[in-house]
């Protein structure tokens, strides 16, 4: 985050694709009026993913890549599409990120009002339904805020969820933003998620 040199800032993990309008609608009158007015303002970009399809095998990169949709009309085509997933459970093609390993963690996010969202609008969250949501945002950036990640975090879990306690305790509030999201590109899990997947429930 040191490295920032703008005076606003995304965060996003590196495995997600964000949609084609994302830096436009950041940058439309209203959303930089609003992020002016209050320096303690958190967009939430929704965040969604591809259903694992087990008929892609072997060449499953290629599949997603074609797949991966860019705009919200490519979201709302691929909740009709379905895709067979390990158990051969068939499920929508797209959804919300983490619906079924860490649903808490984004449903906050109001999915439904999303897709009636006007793009470049900004919807209220006036409450977390859940202490480990961690939603993707944008916002300002100066020498003071937002708090820097602690350094000591290594490997895997927690870090966005802590960070996102530490804006709400100094007072950030949270708006979700129409006609943008971003999208988590399936891959292999990393070694850090495996040994992350292997503690006791309770350890996580």
């Given at each position: ?57 072997p060449n ?42 860490n649903p ?66 100094l007072g ?33």
């Amino acid at each position: 985050m040191s490295a920032v040199q703008t005076s606003h800032m995304m965060y996003v993990d590196m495995d997600f694709w964000v949609s084609t309008e994302l830096y436009d609608l950041l940058l439309t009158q209203h959303v930089r009026q609003q992020l002016a007015h209050d320096p303690k303002l958190a967009v939430v970009i929704p965040a969604f993913q591809l259903s694992p399809d087990t008929n892609c095998q072997p060449n499953c990169t290629a599949v997603y890549k074609d797949r991966m949709p860019s705009t919200p009309s490519d979201i709302q085509n691929l909740q009709h599409v379905t895709a067979t997933t390990r158990g051969n459970k068939t499920l929508p093609a797209v959804g919300m990120f983490e619906i079924h390993t860490n649903p808490t963690g984004h449903n906050t996010t109001n999915y439904n009002a999303w897709f009636r969202q006007t793009p470049g609008s900004l919807l209220s969250i006036p409450c977390f339904h859940s202490g480990v949501y961690e939603p993707y945002v944008a916002l300002r950036y100066c020498e003071q805020l937002p708090p820097r990640f602690p350094e000591q975090f290594t490997g895997y879990g927690k870090n966005k969820i802590s960070w996102i306690w530490h804006l709400r305790r100094l007072g950030y509030v949270f708006q979700q933003l129409g006609g943008a999201f971003v999208v988590h590109f399936p891959h292999e899990h990393s070694k850090s998620k495996q040994r992350w997947s292997r503690l006791p429930k309770g350890l996580d």
